[in-house]
């Protein structure tokens, strides 16, 4: 008598073995992507601000008159408003990061979409920061210094 015995699939040790080595592996990734996380909040933020200061120049273009971006820096926080009005059109707190702006504390666009003044804002936190640089002709970057 013979007996054909046909061996499919994995016996249980074999699984337990890729199953160790899957969770070591990881156990060694997941710091990593968790430090990814909290570097995309700096970066998310520095273009929110940037965006912020895209829309107040195309107010001010729109409106035909100066429009407002004020940092306050210890509220960690800016706000948009017509200047002629002080009618407040945009504002936004942060939680995340820390924002400081150099002198002057705000920025002012006219109603061809320049500023006075270039300045640079600088957005801190977790390990991470990011610059965003206003020039006079009301050109906006984000660099990491």
């Known amino acids: 008598m013979s007996f054909n015995l046909c061996k499919k699939g994995f016996?249980?040790?074999?699984?337990?073995?890729?199953?160790?080595?899957?969770?070591?592996?990881?156990?060694?990734?997941?710091?990593?992507f968790t430090n990814i996380g909290r570097k995309n909040v700096v970066k998310m933020n520095a273009r929110k601000i940037k965006d912020s200061l895209f829309r107040s120049r195309?107010?001010?273009?729109?409106?035909?008159?100066?429009?407002?971006?004020?940092?306050?820096e210890k509220?960690?926080?800016y706000f948009v408003k017509i200047k002629k009005t002080n009618k407040i059109i945009e504002e936004y707190q942060f939680e995340d990061v820390n924002i400081s702006i150099n002198i002057?504390?705000?920025?002012t666009w006219n109603s061809k979409g320049n500023t006075?003044?270039?300045?640079?804002?600088?957005?801190?936190g977790n390990n991470s920061?990011?610059?965003?640089?206003?020039?006079?002709?009301?050109?906006?970057?984000?660099?990491?210094?």
Not at 17 to 22: E, G, R, T
Not at 132 to 144: A, H, L, P, Q, Y
Request: proline share 4%; net charge negative.
């Open 11 to 32: 016996s249980l040790i074999e699984l337990v073995v890729i199953m160790s080595i899957f969770a070591i592996g990881i156990s060694i990734a997941i710091p990593s």
């Open 58 to 72: 195309m107010k001010a273009v729109e409106l035909n008159e100066s429009v407002v971006f004020e940092v306050d």
């Open 75 to 77: 509220n960690n926080s």
């Open 104 to 107: 002057p504390s705000d920025i």
């Open 116 to 124: 006075s003044d270039a300045c640079t804002i600088n957005v801190v």
């Open 129 to 145: 920061k990011y610059n965003i640089i206003i020039s006079s002709v009301g050109n906006v970057r984000i660099f990491k210094p």
